[in-house]
């Protein structure tokens, strides 16, 4: 009986946690030399509705992985400072906030105001960093309610990415 209960809770306690995921994938297009661009696959996986995760891109050629965040009212800067690593900080050469940030971007502050805007930063295998930003459609809805943005490449390279609304 005790085994019964056990491995029927262990069940639930499992349909749970795969309930709170969430996935989603998008596309995009890798701007080559001349008229070349290659295709991106994107993916993410969330545990808090689309607010944060995991993403994946790849190319024909190499993967990247890494977190993305969605800016919250509550989200706080400090949350966000393993995507400045290999970039600088705050990402202030590569604006997207309404003003481009300094250098001397704040270690601890609340970031204010929502703005339905995603960043990620991932990597591959090396040196390779992508480093990404993303405008929902629905920010409520987090990644699943779709929106679209770009990515840079360490190289100085563009992605332009599309996620659609689930």
């Not at 069940?11 to 001349?34: D, E, P």
Request: with cysteine.
């Amino acid at each position: 009986m005790k085994t019964t209960r056990l491995l029927a809770g262990m069940m639930l306690l499992n349909l749970v946690l795969v309930a709170c995921t969430t996935t989603g994938i998008g596309g995009g297009q890798l701007a080559g030399v001349g008229t070349h661009s290659e295709p991106v696959a994107f993916s993410w996986t969330s545990k808090d509705g689309g607010l944060s995760g995991t993403m994946t891109a790849a190319l024909p050629d190499v993967s990247y992985q890494g977190e993305f965040f969605q800016i919250t009212q509550q989200t706080r800067t400090e949350v966000l400072a393993p995507l400045w690593t290999h970039w600088n900080r705050g990402w202030y050469d590569w604006p997207y906030w309404d003003v481009p940030l300094s250098p001397a971007y704040p270690a601890t502050q609340f970031i204010t105001h929502y703005t339905g805007k995603v960043v990620a930063t991932l990597a591959a295998q090396g040196e390779q960093r992508m480093r990404c930003r993303f405008h929902l459609v629905q920010p409520a809805s987090g990644m699943s309610g779709g929106g679209e943005g770009q990515c840079q490449l360490s190289d100085g390279r563009v992605v332009r990415a599309v996620f659609p609304a689930k």
